[in-house]
């Protein structure tokens, strides 16, 4: 293998890398149906939940000690923040190269939600 190629396959990593970072990132910030639940609300579900295990049958135990656990991360996952600011930044730097070597059009990149004006930053047009 060249060391061209190897650049090649290398820089191809990369950029998938913060491709799949900045998605994710889209993904995981972006908002939910319904009513939006605050540390205060998950706190307040907590604390029920001690109250209902104490006279709970075996079988309603096991999901309420599930419940615990899942709300227990839902409230430390609000907890870290992502930093969608830089990884928009480093989207932008990759994003046109990536879309081209990959054969990826606008449409394609506005249905998993990339904004318009982030692709048009990063010099993606509908043409493309």
Same mark, same amino acid.
């Given at each position: 293998m060249s060391d061209e190629? /190897? %650049?090649a396959l290398a820089k191809g990593r990369a950029e998938g890398r913060v491709v799949r970072d900045y998605l994710e990132g889209l993904? %995981?910030?972006k908002p939910k149906r @319904?009513? /939006?639940?605050?540390? *205060?609300t998950i706190n307040a579900r907590l604390e029920k939940l001690e109250a209902e295990l104490a006279s709970a049958s075996p079988l309603d135990e096991l999901l309420l000690i599930q419940e615990r656990r899942d709300l227990g991360a839902?409230?430390?996952a609000m907890s870290e923040t992502i930093d969608m600011s830089a990884l928009e930044e480093a989207f932008? @730097?990759?994003a046109k !190269?990536? !879309?081209e070597s990959k054969k990826i059009s606008y449409q394609s990149w506005r249905d998993v939600g990339v *904004? %318009?004006?982030v692709l048009k930053s990063a010099g993606i047009s509908r043409g493309d």
């Open positions: 190629h /190897k %650049a993904r %995981a910030t @319904g009513r /939006k639940r605050t540390p *205060d839902e409230l430390s932008v @730097g990759v !190269s990536y !879309s *904004d %318009a004006s």
